[in-house]
């Protein structure tokens, strides 16, 4: 049998989700969380989920999961997506721009740590906006730029100033 892998599209929206485990999983035990930094940059397009336990063995703290496993072994202990009600008004996005943002997992070949700066805010065909971060990425030679809802931001990073 293949396994069934996600979209990009259901891959992004996951970088920053909580699971948990159902049941033992090779090392990890049940009801350990683990959060998804990152995914497969080319198809098939599955997550990387880091475990939050001190007692699971090195080896095993980051773990590719293709999405029959995540349905199979993982459920998700977090609701927020990009999808969330939580969206920011005009005025509230513009009010973010020249703040500094720096995301806590990595996304979207932007590692994590990195900080970059909200340079614009833009609103969209059903009157929500968006923040417009373009990144501080060492060794790159154009700058690199990302939209982020509200529920996003709250997700993937933070605001550090």
């Not at 909200?118 to 790159?140: E, H, L, M």
Request: charged share 25%; aromatic share 12%; net charge neutral.
């Amino acid at each position: 049998m293949i396994p069934e892998s996600f979209s990009f599209l259901e891959a992004t929206k996951l970088i920053g989700a909580v699971f948990e485990t159902v049941t033992d999983y090779y090392t990890i035990p049940a009801g350990t969380r683990g959060r998804v930094v990152d995914f497969m940059f080319v198809a098939p397009y599955d997550l990387v989920i880091e475990w939050e336990s001190n007692e699971i063995p090195k080896i095993y703290c980051t773990m590719v999961f293709s999405k029959t496993q995540v349905n199979r072994y993982l459920r998700r202990v977090d609701i927020k997506d990009s999808e969330s009600s939580e969206a920011y008004t005009e005025s509230e996005a513009r009010g973010l721009v020249g703040k500094a943002f720096e995301n806590v997992v990595n996304f979207s070949l932007i590692p994590k740590g990195t900080q970059g700066n909200i340079v614009d805010s833009a609103t969209r065909k059903d009157g929500s906006a968006v923040v417009v971060v373009q990144w501080r990425i060492p060794n790159r030679s154009h700058p690199h730029t990302s939209w982020f809802t509200k529920a996003e931001v709250q997700r993937l990073g933070r605001i550090v100033q």
